[in-house]
């Protein structure tokens, strides 16, 4: 059974740092694309950042140059590092998974997903 894991979301104050892990289990993932997406309240899910296969990494404009994806193969794990967080980035964060590396992949491109995470950014 595959799952995604998500963890370390919670409250901070804006300008602050938030570190999200995914632990992904049931198959290897080095070969898929991880990355995250979010979901604000009222809005349509919305692509956060990808980490291809082969290393290639891309974000959406609105978390370019604050927000940092890293993963473990070795570990089956994914990693977003937020940092100069602002009050609109408020929203639940899932860890997701897919067999094609594409640069803005949408919902429907991802395989795998995990439950998310909640973080809430205060001003």
């Known amino acids: 059974q595959v799952q995604l894991v998500e963890s370390g979301g919670g409250l901070v104050q804006a300008g602050g740092s938030l570190r999200l892990s995914c632990a992904a289990s049931?198959?290897?993932?080095?070969?898929?694309?991880m990355g995250w997406f979010r979901q604000a309240p009222g809005k349509e899910r919305e692509f956060v950042g990808i980490?291809?296969?082969?290393?290639?990494?891309y974000y959406a404009d609105s978390v370019k140059g604050r927000f940092t994806i890293s993963r473990d193969n070795a570990k089956n794990t994914v990693y977003l590092q937020m940092n100069s967080l602002k009050p609109e980035d408020t929203a639940v964060y899932y860890c997701t998974a897919g067999p094609r590396n594409l640069p803005n992949p949408r919902v429907y491109d991802m395989t795998y997903w995990g439950k998310g995470t909640l973080v809430t950014v205060s001003s």
């Open positions: 980490r291809w296969s082969i290393g290639s990494t």
């Open positions: 049931g198959r290897t993932f080095s070969t898929y694309a």
